[in-house]
Structures are given as C-alpha cells and as structure tokens.
C-alpha cells in the first residue's frame, strides 16, 4: 500500500504501479492496438473496431485507488458562495438542460461527486442531491443529503430510483464505463436522464497537442491524455457508440464553452461561435435516456 501520492507527471511514472492488467474494447470485445507510449511510459491504443482509445495495459485499480486517489487527491474544499465564475456557470447550464429535458428539479444521483460543491448548489435550486463517491471527503460529508461511499456497481440501490445520474468527468477514471451505463440505466426512471462530461479528445487544443506529441514537438509527449488518471480517451463518436451500447438513446450532444473570467469578452464570443457551434471545445458533454 503506497501511503503517499507519487509525482505521475514524470517518466518513471510506469514504475509505480506493480500490477498491470490487460483490456479489450468495451464495446467490440477486441483487444486493441498501441498508437502511442506517453512521457510517463503508459501505452495508449485504439480499438480497431470502433476508434475507442484507452490505457491498455492499466494498473489494476486496487493500485489505482491507493496510488492515484488517495486522501490527497481531491482539492481543498470549495463552498458554494465561494464558487468561480467558471464552475457557476458550468452548474447553472448542466442543470437548466437537465430540467429542460426533464420538466422537473426531481431526484438527482452525483456519480463522484468530489467535494460536493455541485451537490450544495443543485440542492439550492431546489434538486433532490444524492452523491456518491469511492471516497468521501471531510467537506461532503458535511453536506445535508444522502451520501453513499463506494462504486455504483457495489451498492444496492432502488431501480428507477433517480431522475438525473450525473457523471461530470468521473466516466474516464472508471475501470469499465459501460458498466457504469448499463447500471445507471437501470437505476433511472423510465424517462430519466444520464449526464456524461468527459476531455473531448476530437477538440481543437487536443487535436493541435497530438500532432506535436506525434512529430516529436513536445517536450512531454501525449501529456494532454492525462494517462493513467484517465483510462479512457473519447470523442464525440465513441462516447456516443458507448451510451448506446448501454442502452441510452442521445439526445443532446455538445462541446460547451465555459466561461473564463480572464477571457473577455471578444474572446468569450469567438470561443462560443467557433469552438462551440463546431463541436471542437476541450468538454463533451451527452445527455442520454434510456432506450425504450
Ligand atoms: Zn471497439
């Protein structure tokens, strides 16, 4: 058991971890091909199939759990009056097209929900919150609402006992993701949403910081993959031919643009009117519902 967090932004990064484990396709059930080895030596691979690109092999997450998300992984706390602009204008628009969809503020699950601070301003704007997360930390424990510890996959839950699953940028550090899908569209209503933000890696800077990594013009190659933080590597296509494996039917995909307060203005309007209405932002955002 590694009692610290090791620096994993460094080329002995692969050293850390002792058990590896192989991984097919989630959605093909076919072992994939290497296209790359990042700065810190993980294999990066694409699944022939589909175009699916992930960590291939991984450290078994047992390791994962104590090496990556350890008690040093999460930030300090961040209480909901002390919200960034960026972060507020993140929750406001994810919960005003899920009640778009939806029609109500109804019962909302937080997979991985961190520090919780999604789960205090969903709950202000009037949503029933449950979060959820394989280790809970000092801050959301303190919130009023339900919290569970664990993974999905663990724990018994009610079917069709939520309105809104919400995975914002949680589906990527998953073992198996489908997995999480196929469970989360069990424990939704009928006409209830799944919510998935993942690092586009079709975006625009992505696209650019590949190039470099393949040409050699980077000092740390394949960087931006954040291997093996993440495990899963998606764009819009193979992030769409996984919720539809699950069972989910799409029904709304998109590249939003955040609001940064040091952009200005001019800057917000050319990153909303190219990047955005292109789908070639760094954020992919799916809202799914089940398949009926
Ligand atoms: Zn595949």
Same mark, same amino acid.
């Given at each position: 058991?590694? /009692?610290?967090?090791?620096? #994993? &932004?460094?080329?002995?990064? +692969?050293?850390?971890?002792?058990?590896?484990?192989? *991984?097919?396709?989630?959605?093909?059930?076919?072992?994939?091909?290497? %296209?790359?080895?990042?700065?810190?030596?993980?294999? @990066?691979? !694409?699944?022939?199939?589909?175009?699916?690109?992930?960590? $291939?092999?991984?450290?078994?997450?047992?390791? #994962?759990?104590?090496?990556?998300?350890?008690?040093?992984?999460?930030?300090?706390?961040?209480?909901?009056?002390?919200?960034?602009?960026?972060?507020?204008?993140? %929750?406001?628009?994810?919960? +005003? /097209? @899920?009640?778009?969809?939806?029609?109500?503020?109804?019962?909302?699950?937080?997979?991985?929900?961190?520090?919780?601070? %999604?789960?205090?301003?969903?709950? !202000?704007?009037?949503? &029933?919150?449950?979060?959820? &997360?394989?280790?809970?930390?000092?801050?959301? !424990?303190? @919130?009023?609402?339900?919290?569970?510890?664990?993974?999905?996959?663990?724990?018994?839950?009610?079917?069709?006992?939520?309105?809104?699953?919400?995975?914002?940028? *949680?589906?990527?550090?998953?073992?198996?993701?489908?997995?999480?899908?196929?469970?989360?569209?069990?424990? *939704?209503?009928?006409?209830?949403?799944?919510?998935?933000?993942?690092?586009?890696?079709?975006?625009?800077?992505?696209?650019?910081?590949?190039?470099?990594?393949?040409?050699? #013009?980077?000092?740390?190659?394949?960087? $931006?993959?954040?291997?093996?933080?993440?495990?899963?590597?998606?764009?819009?296509?193979?992030?769409?031919?996984?919720?539809?494996?699950?069972?989910?039917?799409?029904? @709304?995909?998109?590249?939003?643009?955040?609001?940064?307060?040091? !952009?200005?203005?001019?800057?917000?309007? %050319?990153?909303?009117?190219?990047?955005?209405?292109?789908?070639?932002?760094?954020?992919?955002?799916?809202?799914?519902?089940?398949?009926?």
């Amino acid at each position: 058991m590694h /009692t610290s967090k090791p620096n #994993l &932004d460094n080329p002995h990064a +692969r050293a850390a971890f002792q058990k590896m484990e192989p *991984v097919l396709c989630p959605i093909c059930g076919i072992k994939p091909v290497c %296209f790359a080895i990042d700065h810190q030596g993980f294999q @990066l691979c !694409r699944c022939a199939g589909c175009r699916l690109e992930f960590a $291939h092999p991984r450290p078994v997450f047992e390791e #994962l759990r104590s090496v990556v998300y350890n008690e040093e992984y999460f930030p300090p706390s961040l209480t909901e009056w002390k919200l960034d602009p960026s972060r507020q204008y993140q %929750f406001s628009r994810q919960l +005003r /097209t @899920l009640q778009r969809f939806s029609k109500k503020r109804g019962r909302l699950l937080d997979v991985g929900c961190g520090d919780g601070s %999604f789960l205090a301003y969903a709950q !202000r704007e009037g949503w &029933d919150v449950t979060g959820m &997360d394989i280790r809970l930390t000092r801050e959301a !424990r303190k @919130l009023s609402c339900r919290m569970i510890e664990g993974r999905l996959g663990q724990i018994d839950l009610e079917p069709k006992s939520f309105d809104v699953i919400r995975f914002n940028h *949680v589906l990527e550090h998953t073992p198996n993701p489908l997995a999480e899908l196929v469970r989360s569209r069990q424990l *939704v209503a009928e006409n209830g949403l799944i919510f998935i933000s993942v690092p586009n890696l079709a975006g625009l800077s992505a696209r650019i910081k590949s190039f470099q990594s393949r040409f050699h #013009l980077k000092a740390h190659r394949w960087r $931006h993959y954040a291997a093996i933080h993440h495990l899963w590597y998606f764009t819009p296509v193979s992030l769409k031919a996984l919720v539809e494996k699950a069972g989910l039917r799409t029904l @709304l995909l998109e590249t939003p643009v955040l609001q940064k307060s040091n !952009r200005g203005a001019i800057g917000n309007i %050319f990153y909303r009117f190219i990047l955005e209405k292109q789908r070639c932002a760094s954020i992919l955002d799916i809202y799914g519902t089940p398949r009926t």
